[in-house]
C-alpha cells in the first residue's frame, strides 16, 4: 500500500471518532475526482455536486463502512459516488444547460478556438446524453480517470468483460450518436 | 492465438491507444492491425473517436459547493454516535447513583403502602398484602407520573 492509502486510512480513523477537521481534509483530496465522475454521468453540475455531498456525508456519517483492508479509499468513494449517480440518473431527465458546458469547457488561446472546442464538447456531451447511465459511467472511469479495467470492474461490481462490453457498446453508441447530432448540423 | 474478431473487439472497446489494451493481448493485437489494411482503418476510426473522448470536460470543484458540504457535516451526525449515545446515558445515570435512589424509593412506597391506612372504616379492615402494596406502588394512574 502507497503513501496516498496511509493517508486516507489515517484520516478515516480520526473520522471515526468525530474529528471534523480531518474530514475536511479528506474532502479536499478526493472532492475533485468525485465532482468529475459525477458530472460525467450525470451531465448538471447541480445533480453532480449533490451527489458528491451525498456521498461525502455518507463518509461522514457511517466511516465504518469503510475497510481499509479490503481497498484503498479512492476506489470506495468512487464506487459510493457511482452508484448513487446510477440511482439518480434513473430519475433524471438529460439536461444539460449550455452555460454548464461553457463553463466546463477548457479555455482556447482564441475566441474562435473556445468556441469550436465548445461546440464539440457540447456535441459529446448530447451524444452522451443519449447512452445509457451503466455506459456513461464505465466510459466515466476508464476514459475520464484513466483507470484500468480491473479498477472499473472493482468500482462497478461487474467483472472485466462486462466491463469491456460496457465500453464496447458505449462507443458505439456515441460514434452513432455524434453522427446523427453532425448529420443534423449539417442539414 | 489473437484472431480478427478478438483484434476488433479490443478496438472497439478499448479504442486505438496501446497503452489501455488489456497488456496479455496487447502484442498480439499490434502484430494483428500491422499486416491487416481492415484494422488499421478501424484504428484509425477509433483513434478519432478517442480524440474526441479528450474533449469531455470534467467539472471545476465550486469553493461555495465543498463549503455547503463542510456546513452540512457539522451538522449530521455520526452514526456510532447515534446509536452508543443512549448507552452511554443510561450507562452515566446508572454510575451516577440513579439505580440506587430509585430503588430507595420504591422500597419507601413498599414500607408506606403498608402501614394501616388512619381513615379506614371500623368494618372494613385495613388489610394489606404484599400484593396489593405492589398493585398500588405500580398502579397506572402513579406511573403515569413517573413516565
Redesign the interface.
Known amino acids: 500500500m502507497d503513501e496516498s492509502w496511509h493517508a486516507d486510512t489515517a484520516l478515516m480513523e480520526r473520522i471515526?471518532s468525530?474529528d471534523?477537521a480531518a474530514?475536511?481534509l479528506l474532502?479536499?483530496r478526493h472532492?475533485?475526482m468525485a465532482?468529475?465522475v459525477a458530472?460525467?454521468v450525470l451531465g448538471g453540475?447541480e445533480e453532480?455536486?449533490d451527489a458528491?455531498?451525498e456521498a461525502?456525508?455518507k463518509v461522514?456519517?457511517?466511516?465504518?463502512r469503510f475497510d481499509a483492508e479490503r481497498g484503498v479509499f479512492k476506489s470506495w468513494l468512487a464506487r459510493v459516488v457511482v452508484n448513487l449517480c446510477l440511482d439518480r440518473r434513473r430519475a433524471l431527465k438529460p439536461v444539460d444547460s449550455i452555460e454548464?458546458?461553457a463553463?466546463?469547457?477548457?479555455e482556447g488561446p482564441t475566441p474562435e478556438e473556445h468556441a469550436l472546442?465548445l461546440d464539440?464538447?457540447v456535441r459529446?456531451?448530447q451524444a452522451?446524453n443519449t447512452l445509457p447511465p451503466r455506459q456513461r459511467a464505465a466510459?466515466?472511469l476508464?476514459?475520464?480517470e484513466g483507470l484500468s479495467?480491473s479498477e472499473v470492474a472493482e468500482m462497478m461490481e461487474i467483472n472485466v468483460k462486462a466491463v469491456?462490453?460496457l465500453?464496447?457498446r458505449g462507443?458505439?453508441g456515441?460514434?452513432e450518436a455524434?453522427s446523427g447530432l453532425a448529420e443534423e448540423a449539417a442539414a | 492465438m489473437m484472431t480478427r474478431e478478438r483484434a476488433i473487439e479490443i478496438l472497439e472497446a478499448f479504442g486505438a491507444n496501446p497503452e489501455r489494451w488489456p497488456a496479455d493481448e496487447r502484442h498480439a493485437v499490434e502484430a494483428a492491425i500491422a499486416e491487416d489494411a481492415g484494422l488499421q482503418a478501424l484504428a484509425d476510426r477509433e483513434r478519432e473517436l478517442d480524440s474526441r473522448l479528450m474533449d469531455w470536460n470534467a467539472l471545476p470543484p465550486r469553493a461555495a459547493a465543498m463549503e455547503a458540504l463542510f456546513a452540512a457535516a457539522e451538522q449530521t451526525v455520526q452514526s456510532n454516535k447515534v446509536w452508543s449515545a443512549p448507552a452511554r446515558r443510561w450507562n452515566s445515570w446508572l454510575a451516577g447513583g440513579g439505580a440506587v435512589a430509585l430503588a430507595a424509593g420504591i422500597v419507601a412506597a413498599l414500607m408506606l403502602a403498608g402501614q394501616p391506612a388512619t381513615q379506614a372504616p371500623v368494618n372494613t379492615p385495613a388489610e394489606v398484602t404484599d400484593t396489593a402494596a405492589i398493585t398500588l406502588v405500580f398502579s397506572a394512574e402513579q406511573s403515569e407520573g413517573w413516565l
Open positions: 471515526r468525530g471534523n474530514f475536511r474532502v479536499n472532492y475533485a465532482l468529475r458530472g460525467r453540475r453532480a455536486e458528491v455531498q461525502f456525508l461522514w456519517r457511517m466511516p465504518d454548464v458546458l463553463e466546463a469547457a477548457d472546442r464539440r464538447s459529446l456531451t452522451m466510459l466515466a476508464f476514459y475520464g479495467m469491456e462490453s465500453l464496447s462507443r458505439a456515441l460514434r455524434m
